[in-house]
């Protein structure tokens, strides 16, 4: 052991006391080499990530420079020429080093899009102003904010505040003349706060606020068999279905800041993501604004996806307007989804007529064993417990 | 120069790595000597890196930790050596600089990482062709793209494994900005799917698989498919720029239009168990893009569909008959190993004076370790039999999911059901091997610290990946996770995303545990 030495380990940091006896003093030293190591272990880490990523800049800058040099005009990847940078030298197609990347190179290129990456969060923990003058890498580092996501976003809060207010202005959340949600409020906000967004039901196309879809769904259409009579309870009282959830025609105003403690601890799930609920218009038409296929929806597959021929996209495309002319239908519109409160809906093609079609029940329908636990030899001793008195179940109930 | 003695004389060329573009060629000007000086040198070189990879990785660590001083003096020390590429020494930091000046030799491999030291440069460099050796050896255990070796603890014909395209992570034109991180809105009362959803968006399988068209939406006709709604979620967390939450209206209007068992059992009862959330995706997304048969668990049932592939493993249960001494076998597939938690920290808690702490190893150890008695009906005494079970894993999963049931119900006329608190201590790296046929029988055969164990150890050691969490009471609780995306974590709460410490992830109450092979990522 490198105990021998002295009293302590490498890193020097926890050191027995100088009459110890020597079994102190070794378990001190072991201490301090296990230290040593965790920490040399962490550096290296750093290092390899920072020194590979200067590295590659210089690489980058250095292969810019060979490629301007042949005025743009040469498609060839690797121009024959013979360039020099302070940290680089390009040769042959070739790039080799000059010095230590550490010292001969400050900022660092994204390898993708060759602009400099934003070395500090915007906001938050350790955050610096970013230079105005300099276009950035859209990677930035991720924000370290108390109520902030690390995007530095945040939402309008569900309860009383500003996401009432415009709802105060509604005169009756069912008419679907009434101001689409958010649109108003949307204005006035910092462009880091947003709001819920709504998605289009595939079966009766209304466009329901996120918070409340699930519960909507349920009762849109989940209404088979024995769901049917909960399903439709649900349906007169517009998605309750926890028993905790308000009426609709309960005046917007006064559902929201109140808690429901009764109902809720009556509740078999208390937490009813309709804490949240912002009480959204379950208008019948989708606002005609929002009614546009995506833009990027067809080339975002080209992007991704090597496979995706164009023959891919144009079958797609057919789809999207074959669907289109069916219904009304909505692709996300992620892009704006901060303004617009509306987003999503299936690119499906006619899933309505197809989802209730016989032969996808007959297909699915077919009686299934529940799936027994894997675990083999457990089986019997769970089965032995369980006609004791308990047993256990992989099923928590809640939310 | 003298060779060091695993080095077998090959006449083979070594290559360095072919130059990429945005990237220098060596590591520094020392090494690019090096390699320039002629075919010789570039071989030994490149030999002896990895032969010393071997004797780090795969052999001892009292070997590379052990070195010898310039007065003969033998040292064991637990901080770094460092081994000479070229020449058999290991020096502690001190001897180093002398070797160096005496001996001309710049070049020294880092024991504890692999990671070459270049004197010249006084630093540690990151030279292409040796990290790629390393990394290699690292993961895989072997420096060639051959198939791994030990397979048959894993799934020989692996696509996954076989398919580049799934395992390199599709390096797409898609914007620096989409990183695949964002929240998923609540759509009331769903955190239970929301969790499920964020761990498979965090699956470099899942992820791999979607991302280069394995199921696309535009090819598929199925309506309110649920794989297509996958699909249609991995584009929009990993080719959109935005970084809202999203809306999973898709994956909710599938679950709903579904008519599957396990969908009774989160809508009628209303639980909304995650595990069960993970059960019905998974055999839904098999039942999309598998051989169609449903995936019964109590069988050993194969399919190369990606769930399958991801999650699937086999289970053998031997069972040998107290009476007569015969012994059947049986294998099952498993989608998830479940661990129950009651009886074990009951157990303990009588025991031990850390009353209720429990190590995710001790819970897998009860289970695949240990045996049980049963009764069971024997063959050959044609009657029923006191007899032990002993089940151990067959086939390790790529991607392993582990359930901690912290849920149990006492049956009677009120089904209350409880929760089980009990912390349950999980690693960030997990070995597998000591619950798989392979460890069973190296222990049961005595310690042999051989080459092939510290191989077959590697291979089977898995990194933390997620974690589903439940928190609060039983029917109020709400679900979160953690998902690592590289090095950091991120804790997803619905739509909110958040940077998280690896100590809010080891201290947080399990409830499912996803780990990724190391030879995957
Ligand atoms: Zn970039
Ligand atoms: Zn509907
Ligand atoms: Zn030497
Ligand atoms: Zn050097
Ligand atoms: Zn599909
Ligand atoms: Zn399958
Ligand atoms: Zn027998």
């Keep these: 052991m490198s105990a021998e030495a002295g009293d302590t380990g490498k890193a020097g940091v926890i050191v027995a006391q100088e009459d110890a006896p020597p079994m102190n003093k070794l378990s001190h030293a072991v201490l301090d080499d296990l230290l040593y190591n965790v920490v040399h272990d962490l550096l290296l880490k750093v290092h390899r990530d920072e020194k590979i990523a200067r590295a590659n800049t210089a690489a980058i800058k250095v292969e810019k420079l060979a490629k301007s040099t042949t005025d743009g005009t040469s498609t060839d990847p690797k121009p024959d020429v013979e360039i020099e940078t302070d940290a680089a030298i390009y040769k042959d197609g070739k790039v080799m080093l000059k010095g230590n990347p550490l010292k001969s190179t400050k900022e660092i290129l994204c390898p993708k899009c060759h602009l400099p990456r934003l070395l500090y969060p915007t906001d938050g923990k350790g955050a610096k102003k970013p230079d105005p003058g300099v276009i950035y890498c859209k990677k930035h580092p991720y924000i370290e904010k108390v109520g902030y996501d690390i995007y530095g976003q945040t939402w309008v809060a569900p309860g009383p505040g500003r996401g009432k207010k415009k709802k105060d202005q509604k005169l009756d959340p069912n008419d679907p003349s009434s101001p689409a949600q958010g649109e108003g409020s949307a204005k006035d906000r910092p462009s880091n706060v947003l709001s819920f967004p709504s998605a289009t039901c595939p079966k009766c196309k209304r466009c329901i606020l996120v918070t409340r879809l699930n519960n909507h769904m349920g009762g849109c259409i989940g209404n088979s068999g024995r769901n049917a009579s909960r399903a439709a309870a649900q349906k007169i009282s517009n998605g309750s279905n926890g028993g905790s959830q308000n009426n609709d025609n309960t005046p917007p105003g006064s559902q929201k800041g109140t808690p429901r403690p009764g109902s809720r601890g009556a509740s078999p799930r208390k937490r009813d993501g309709d804490e949240f609920d912002e009480d959204a218009e379950d208008s019948d038409q989708p606002n005609p604004k929002k009614k546009k296929i995506k833009p990027n929806s067809l080339t975002k597959k080209v992007i991704l996806k090597a496979k995706s021929s164009a023959a891919a996209a144009n079958f797609k495309k057919d789809k999207a307007k074959a669907s289109s002319m069916l219904n009304v239908e909505q692709t996300p519109d992620d892009d704006d989804a901060k303004d617009s409160t509306v987003q999503v809906m299936p690119k499906k093609p006619t899933p309505t007529l197809k989802g209730a079609s016989p032969t996808k029940k007959i297909k699915l329908g077919a009686a299934k064993p529940r799936l027994p636990s894997p675990a083999g030899k457990k089986a019997k001793k769970d089965r032995d417990l369980e006609s004791e008195s308990s047993g256990t179940m992989s099923s928590p109930p809640p939310r | ?521």
């Design chain 2, 1 to 521: 120069m003298s060779a060091r003695p695993a080095t077998p004389a090959s006449p083979k060329n070594y290559k360095v790595r072919a130059t990429q573009p945005g990237q220098p060629m060596y590591g520094c000007e020392h090494l690019q000597r090096l390699f320039n000086q002629d075919q010789a040198t570039t071989n030994t070189s490149i030999q002896h890196y990895r032969a010393i990879l071997r004797s780090i990785f795969d052999t001892n660590p009292l070997v590379p930790q052990t070195s010898k001083a310039a007065d003969g003096a033998v040292v064991t020390s637990l901080t770094p050596t460092y081994l000479c590429l070229q020449c058999p020494s290991t020096l502690t930091e001190d001897d180093r600089t002398k070797h160096g000046s005496k001996k001309s030799h710049r070049f020294y491999v880092d024991s504890r990482s692999g990671a070459l030291y270049c004197q010249m440069c006084d630093d540690i460099v990151w030279d292409p062709t040796f990290e790629e050796l390393r990394l290699k050896k690292i993961g895989t255990g072997t420096f060639s793209n051959r198939k791994r070796k030990h397979e048959e603890l894993f799934e020989t014909s692996d696509p996954v494994r076989n398919n580049p395209t799934y395992i390199t992570s599709n390096t797409t034109i898609a914007s620096c900005k989409s990183s695949g991180l964002r929240g998923i809105y609540n759509a009331g009362a769903t955190c239970y799917q929301n969790v499920v959803l964020q761990s498979f968006l965090h699956n470099p399988i899942l992820r791999n698989y979607y991302l280069s068209d394995g199921h696309s939406s535009s090819t598929c006709n199925v309506p309110y498919c649920l794989s297509c709604a996958m699909d249609d979620m991995f584009q929009d967390f990993y080719a959109l720029e935005t970084t809202n939450g999203y809306t999973a209206a898709n994956i909710l209007s599938g679950f709903w239009f579904s008519d599957r068992r396990a969908f009774d059992n989160l809508v009628a009862t209303k639980e909304q168990d995650a595990h069960e959330f993970f059960q019905f995706l998974a055999e839904e997304l098999h039942e999309r893009n598998g051989d169609g048969k449903k995936p019964e668990i109590g069988s050993e049932h194969s399919c190369n569909c990606i769930i399958h592939q991801t999650f699937y493993g086999k289970l053998q249960s031997t069972t040998t008959c107290q009476n007569c001494s015969g012994v059947t076998h049986q294998v099952q597939s498993f989608l998830d190993l479940n661990l129950p938690l009651e009886n074990l920290s009951h157990k303990k808690g009588k025991k031990t004076l850390s009353r209720g702490q429990l190590t995710l190893q001790e819970c897998l150890e009860e289970e695949y370790v240990k045996s049980d008695k049963c009764e069971y009906r024997c063959h050959n005494c044609s009657s029923m039999q006191q007899a032990r079970r002993q089940t151990t894993i067959k086939r390790l999963p790529n991607v392993l999911s582990i359930q901690l049931k912290r849920f149990e119900y006492k049956q009677g006329r009120n089904e209350r059901a409880a929760k089980i608190d009990t912390p349950v201590q999980f690693p960030l790296e997990l070995n597998m091997l000591p619950y798989t046929n392979r460890g069973r029988a190296i222990s049961s055969n005595g310690h042999d610290g051989g080459k092939e164990n510290y191989e077959l150890a590697r291979s089977c050691t898995y990194d933390l990946l997620s974690v589903v969490v439940h928190v609060g009471e039983i029917d109020t609780g709400h679900y979160v996770s953690y998902c690592r995306d590289g090095d950091q974590w991120f804790a997803f709460n619905d739509h909110r995303v958040e940077l998280a410490q690896k100590s809010d992830v080891l201290n947080s109450k399990a409830y499912l545990l996803f780990y990724v092979v190391r030879s995957l990522s």
